[in-house]
């Protein structure tokens, strides 16, 4: 397959040209190919390109920037995906959508499934949750919602964990937002199953396994033989960040369980491997 990748230089994007490369025909568009908020050019680059699917990973996604600039935060993740929508529909190709577990408002006390009711609560959620509802009404699309993720080829939680760590500060991390860790790597290769099923709709793509932010750091720390650095928990009240986020980020990969694809490695696992391939400070 011709599989088109916008936000091809972001970290997801970058992992899921890479993978694609093997197996596919990966067409990497990025924002010096396209502008997605310019509709006339993001129609001209994908049609000019001629794919049978495009992965949207493309987004703005600093999520307390985007508390800060909402009106860019809408162009970009809601008007952007919107241009890519119509594209995809003008040349007849299917289209997968990256989302986020930030969808969901995180009053639920068990894990979300596909099927659940979004109810974002802060600009950056709600921002894509108006670019799923552009993709929904697509044919055959396809809706992945990923979380916390980490990877070898961008800025990441991990990386900026041990950074700091090394450096000798005080870690003070958020014990009361509970997630999925989710490796850019394993993201990739399951996103691609997900698109030689063939099989459209709504799916959850998480590395196994919940943990705190701050259960998070630990474990990075441990792993990389960092355990003696200064840790400690804090409140998301007392860290008072400009955008709220939900205590409940857990994700249910309900339909890849229904599935033959099967569900991703643990999240321990997952960053063990990212740790060999990091290279050392």
């Known amino acids: 397959m011709r599989i088109l ?33 310019d509709s006339r050019a ?60 930030y969808v969901f408002d995180g009053q639920k006390d068990s894990p979300y499934v596909e099927t659940d009711d979004p109810n974002p609560i802060n600009t950056y959620g709600k921002s894509k949750l108006q670019g799923e509802n552009y993709v929904r009404v697509l044919q055959d699309s396809w809706i ?18 041990l950074g700091r ?19 850019t790597v394993d993201a ?3 996103i691609e199953q997900i698109v030689e099923s063939g099989a459209p709709g709504i799916y959850h793509v998480t590395n196994q396994g919940y943990c705190s932010w701050f259960a998070f750091a630990a474990e990075i720390l ?8 200064p840790l400690s928990p804090i409140s998301s009240l007392a860290l008072g960040r400009p955008a709220a986020r939900p205590t409940n980020s857990r994700l249910a990969n309900a339909r890849l369980a229904a599935s033959a694809m099967g569900l991703l490695p643990p999240w321990q696992d997952a960053l063990r491997r ?3 391939r990091e290279p050392p400070a």
């Open 5 to 37: 990748i916008t936000g091809s230089k972001g970290m997801l994007g970058q992992d899921l040209a890479l993978h694609l490369a093997a197996r596919h025909e990966a067409l990497p568009l990025g924002r010096s190919d396209a502008d997605i908020t």
């Open 42 to 101: 993001v129609a001209q680059a994908i049609a000019s390109r001629s794919p049978d699917v495009v992965i949207h990973a493309a987004a703005f996604t600093a999520v307390d920037d985007c508390e800060q600039e909402p009106e860019l935060a809408l162009q970009v993740n809601g008007g952007g995906t919107r241009n890519v929508a119509l594209a995809c529909e003008q040349i007849g190709a299917r289209m997968l959508y990256v989302s986020t577990d």
């Open 144 to 161: 992945v919602r990923v979380s916390w993720l980490f990877g070898p080829l961008g800025k990441n939680f991990v990386r900026t964990i």
């Open 165 to 183: 760590a090394r450096e000798g500060q005080n870690l003070r991390i958020v014990d009361d937002q509970v997630g999925a860790p989710t490796y």
């Open 188 to 190: 990739a290769e399951k």
């Open 222 to 229: 441990a792993q990389a033989g960092l355990g003696g650095a």
């Open 274 to 276: 990212y740790l060999l």
